[in-house]
């Protein structure tokens, strides 16, 4: 068991430009989720797959936000014209069944200047 | 989406004292009730779960009760160690309670 991995740990845009964050889950699990986390708050959810249909996605979450998973393992998140108030931590969790613990990554660290 | 509310926001305690944080739900749709710590720059981790089919569950110094009538369900610490220290967070329908700081002072 690798464990969740994201890439990159750090990213550093500046405002208006896009970016792209990967997720590769734990190999058997089915359900992949997005959260967002600013410092001294609880992750948000974004949005989360079961296999490679995106079945819910935050009321919160702009349109600018958009997150595939083609083939039903890696996943990305993009974000389309970033804006200071996008800088957060963005994480990556997978889990087997919508009723077993949720495995995290270690991250993505977004700065928008 | 789910709404939990989670109390209290903060929490310090003597080392060696009992801790507990409790989430209140407003429904009932998922009978999967887990907590989870971070620690400082880490990532959240499970540290214990229940089903709504049973109403306690508990994993040497850590417990996590279930009341689904008053939907509520609370993490135990007992005999708390410095490093209990984190955030604990409660989770429903994938969606994570505001947290609790825990600080055990030694």
């Known amino acids: 068991d690798t464990g969740v991995s994201q890439d990159p740990r750090h990213k550093i845009t500046k405002r208006g430009q896009n970016v792209t964050f990967r997720c590769d889950p734990i190999?058997?699990?089915?359900?992949l989720y997005w959260y967002r986390q600013t410092l001294g708050q609880g992750p948000e959810f974004l949005t989360y797959?079961?296999?490679?249909?995106?079945?819910?996605k935050s009321r919160l979450l702009s349109d600018r936000f958009s997150a595939e998973r083609p083939k039903g393992s890696f996943s990305t998140l993009e974000i389309q014209r970033t804006e200071q108030g996008d800088s957060a931590m963005y994480l990556c969790?997978?889990?087997?069944?919508?009723?077993?613990?949720?495995?995290f990554g270690n991250g993505t660290r977004l700065t928008v200047t | 989406g789910e709404n939990v509310e989670q109390h209290p926001s903060t929490l310090s305690v003597q080392e060696g004292d009992s801790a507990v944080i409790k989430c209140t739900y407003s429904?009932?749709?998922?009978?999967?009730f887990p907590w989870y710590k971070q620690e400082l720059g880490k990532r959240p981790q499970l540290i214990i779960d229940?089903?709504?089919?049973?109403g306690e569950k508990k994993d040497q110094r850590i417990a996590v009760t279930l009341n689904k009538t008053a939907k509520h369900f609370s993490l135990h610490i007992t005999e708390t160690q410095p490093e209990d220290s984190a955030v604990y967070f409660c989770v429903r329908d994938m969606r994570f309670g505001a947290g609790t700081r825990l600080t055990v002072k030694p």
């Open positions: 229940i089903r709504s089919n049973v």
């Open positions: 429904d009932s749709a998922s009978n999967y």
């Open positions: 797959f079961q296999n490679e249909a995106q079945l819910e």
């Open positions: 969790a997978s889990s087997l069944t919508d009723r077993s613990p949720l495995h």
């Open positions: 190999s058997e699990h089915n359900r």
